[in-house]
Structure formats: C-alpha cells, structure tokens
C-alpha cells in the first residue's frame, strides 16, 4: 500500500462571504492510497473555526502514512487522527479502495439503493440588493440557503423573500445571535416562510436555548461536529447537520445519522466547500437528510475531473464511479 497526501487549492468564482469569515479558495487536501492495481481518492477541506487549514491537515496525514502503508484500516485510523478534516480525506479514500478492490460500490457495500438529490444553493451575506439580485439569478434552484449575521438580518431576508416568493429558505447564522437576537429575530422567520434557522448561537451557548420553544426549526452545525458532542446538545435542537469535515469522514458520519435518526431528529448534510470529490461521499449522507447542502463544488472556478452533475432545479446526479465510491 502507498499513501500520496497532496495539497489542491481551487479559487472560487467570487468571494464568499458568512458570519466572521470570507473565502475566496477551497484549499483542500487530498488522499490518494494505491496497492498497485486499485486506488482509492479522499479530500478535507478541514474546520476553519477549529483552527484546521490545509498545512495542518497535510501535517496530520503524513503522520499516519507509515501505519496506513502497514494495514491500518476505517476503525484503525480514528484511533491515529482527531475527528477533522484529514481523517475525513482518508477515511474516504479507504471507502473508495474498498469499493474498487471489490469491484463493487459503496452503495452495495451499504446495501443502499441511491436516488438523485436535490441540493440548496447557498447566498453569501452582501447588501440586501445584492443577495436579492443573486436569488432572482438562481431562480432555477427551488431551495435556497442564506448566510446571516447580527447585521439587518431580516431587511435581508426581506428582500430575498420579495424577489423569491416560490423558493424554500433556510438561513445559516453560523453562530452569529445570541439568544436575545433569537427571540427577536424568530418570530419574523417564521412570517417570511423560513424552514429552518441553522446554528443561531454560539458553539459551547447551547444551554441558552433550555425552555426556548423557537417558531422555526432550530439546526445544530457548529455546536454537533460529532457523535460526543451530539450527546451534549441534541436536547436542544430538532435538525442536526452533519458535515464529514467536522466528524471526520463517511464512518463517523454514518454513525452521527443513526444517533440522530434515533432520536427522531431531522437530518441535514453540509459542506466545508472544496470540490466534487468531497461533496461525492457527502451524498451518501444526504439519502437521509430532508435538507441537502451539497453545493460546495458550485463555487469553485473549476471542479476536479469527473466531478458531480448538477442539473435543473439543483437536482445533483449520483456520482460517478470514476469520481468515487
């Protein structure tokens, strides 16, 4: 077995904006693992707010390649790495040599039957016109996502609503509020049709919401990033998004969604951004999630090759074997 991490940087199409941050490149890292005749492919784009970025992934993964070169297999490798994501990247590309060296997929290795699915696309925070005008742009996606921080959020949305009448709505506030901007700003989501307000507090302020009965979905992003933390904070939310990113690939994600199934929450998939490659294993998530956010690659200003279909109405194709699993 030979272990090749690499580090892929892919400019966006235009800065993207959300609470406290901008992006203007997916820097990712990719994992290529190879045993001569099959090779399977992974890539992390890493937890910003965790103080991942693509050396430290680089640097986590090239302290492994000896173990993974002498075996180490899924369960292995999660005692070697912290949930993030490098053990995202490879976690993955273990997946997609499995599938290969089976000359089978993931969906038969999971005994899944995939269907097609229907992604959001996501609206960075700009000036109220100009997120409008950005809807009106995506008209040909009926579910749409936007970033909101403490700054008018409603005088934007507002203005989404009026120019998208037809179009579902989310909003991500990526720990922006606190609780009394909640309580202020809810009941207005709830008159604009909002299907879900998505990590409005703090990560660690989740004990604010006790007694808190939101007229909105509440979504946990930041404050779930793996199983430990969804035993802390389940209590207090109804959606839970899981991103492979944060628990640290498909094996842990797939875990995350039993627990959270379990409990009768509803189920949302992310992205970090980064390219077809890390949005491939994410869909496998999305076959349980009511909200699909797998539109990362859409950003990119080029995908890697053979990246995912996304067609009309932000339908998204299975992927490809060529690309993975």
């Not at 492979?244 to 992205?271: I, P, S």
């Given at each position: 077995m030979k272990m090749q991490v690499e580090q892929v940087s892919y400019p966006l199409v235009r800065p993207f904006a959300i609470t406290g941050y901008r992006f203007e490149a997916a820097n990712t890292v990719q994992v290529r693992l190879s045993d001569g005749e099959y090779s399977g492919r992974g890539e992390g784009m890493g937890v910003y707010y965790q103080g991942e970025n693509q050396q430290s992934m680089a640097e986590q993964l090239e302290s492994v390649v000896s173990a993974v070169e002498s075996g180490a297999g899924r369960q292995d490798v999660r005692d070697l790495l912290p949930a993030g994501g490098a053990l995202n990247a490879l976690d993955c590309a273990l997946w997609d040599l499995e599938a290969k060296r089976g000359g089978t997929s993931v969906w038969q290795l999971l005994n899944m039957q995939p269907k097609p699915l229907t992604t959001v696309c996501t609206i960075g925070i700009d000036t109220p016109e100009v997120m409008a005008d950005l809807a009106r742009q995506h008209s040909r996606y009926p579910n749409l996502k936007i970033k909101l921080s403490e700054d008018a959020p409603i005088e934007r949305l507002e203005a989404i609503r009026a120019a998208r009448p037809d179009a579902a709505l989310v909003i991500d506030v990526n720990q922006g509020w606190s609780i009394e901007e909640l309580r202020e700003y809810a009941p207005a989501t709830q008159r604009l049709g909002i299907a879900m307000i998505e990590q409005p507090l703090k990560r660690g302020d989740d004990e604010a919401l006790e007694g808190y009965v939101s007229p909105v979905p509440l979504g946990a992003d930041e404050s779930?990033?793996?199983?430990?933390?969804?035993?802390?904070?389940?209590?207090?939310?109804?959606?839970?998004?899981?991103?492979?990113?944060?628990?640290?690939?498909?094996?842990?994600?797939?875990?995350?969604?039993?627990?959270?199934?379990?409990?009768?929450?509803?189920?949302?998939?992310?992205?970090?951004?980064?390219?077809?490659?890390?949005?491939?294993?994410?869909?496998?998530?999305?076959?349980?999630?009511?909200?699909?956010?797998?539109?990362?690659?859409?950003?990119?200003?080029?995908?890697?090759?053979?990246?995912?279909?996304?067609?009309?109405?932000?339908?998204?194709?299975?992927?490809?074997?060529?690309?993975?699993?």
């Open positions: 779930c990033l793996h199983a430990e933390d969804y035993e802390r904070v389940a209590r207090y939310y109804s959606v839970i998004n899981i991103k492979l990113d944060k628990c640290g690939g498909l094996t842990q994600g797939l875990e995350l969604a039993k627990l959270a199934q379990r409990d009768g929450k509803t189920l949302m998939v992310g992205n970090m951004t980064g390219s077809s490659l890390s949005m491939a294993p994410a869909f496998v998530i999305g076959q349980f999630c009511q909200f699909v956010d797998i539109d990362g690659a859409l950003f990119l200003s080029r995908d890697i090759e053979n990246g995912l279909d996304y067609g009309e109405g932000g339908v998204v194709a299975v992927p490809s074997p060529a690309l993975w699993g």
